[in-house]
């Protein structure tokens, strides 16, 4: 039965680890099927497959690397707890995305479907961190801290953020990736705009 929001109900310890680690699971799976079609997505790991790509870094290092400057910012506006739960998940996210490598492989998926399957599972995983006081920090971070501080809805930044990642990828890749990661991103973003709100409290 769903019972009314309430602002006094936590999440106890267990479920807080459990909901970060599926969540988790959940965005590194979406950036594995994207890796497999070649594209790109927004936030920081959009940044991070770019780096990927060009320069023939390792994804999952890039991608840590460049999220340490916004856990200090992290720690200073949303306190430690938020702080260590975006590293933790950070950290996971990086170690399954490299994980997945040898065990799900990908030979051949239309950019389409990779397009769509991220968006929904990298969705979902984002806001089953958000409702766990974690992000994958970067963007997520930033976006979090507008939404709880002026009512900008999360999805809507990283939205903002992400149409100006991909005009500087527009200038690197080929315009058939670009529009499949583009239709990625939105499936993403409108996941999280559309369902991820303060005041939803879903309780059984």
């Known amino acids: 039965m769903i019972a009314d929001p309430s602002p006094d109900r936590h999440y106890t310890r267990f479920e807080d680890i459990q909901g970060l680690v599926i969540a988790s699971a959940q965005a590194a799976l979406g950036i594995h099927l994207l890796r497999a079609a070649g594209l790109v997505t927004g936030g920081t790991a959009g940044f991070a497959l770019i780096l990927a790509y060009v320069m023939g870094w390792n994804f999952s290092l890039v991608f840590f690397a460049m999220n340490i400057p916004f856990f200090a910012l992290a720690w200073h506006v949303r306190g430690p707890v938020f702080c260590a739960k975006s590293l933790g998940t950070v950290t996971l996210v990086s170690l ?11 030979d051949a998926i ?36 507008l939404q709880d501080r002026f009512g900008i809805r999360a999805g809507v930044t990283q939205l903002t953020h992400d149409l100006i990642l991909f005009a500087v990828a527009a200038t690197l890749f080929p315009l058939d990736r670009i529009l499949w990661s583009l239709l990625g991103a939105v499936v993403l973003n409108a996941v999280i705009a559309f369902n991820h709100r303060r005041d939803w409290y879903v309780v059984t």
């Open 110 to 145: 239309h950019p389409a479907a990779a397009a769509l399957l991220f968006g929904v599972s990298a969705g979902v995983g984002l806001l089953g961190l958000f409702r766990h006081s974690g992000s994958l920090g970067g963007v997520s971070i930033i976006a979090l801290i």
């Open 96 to 106: 399954l995305a490299e994980a997945l490598k040898p065990v799900l492989h990908v």
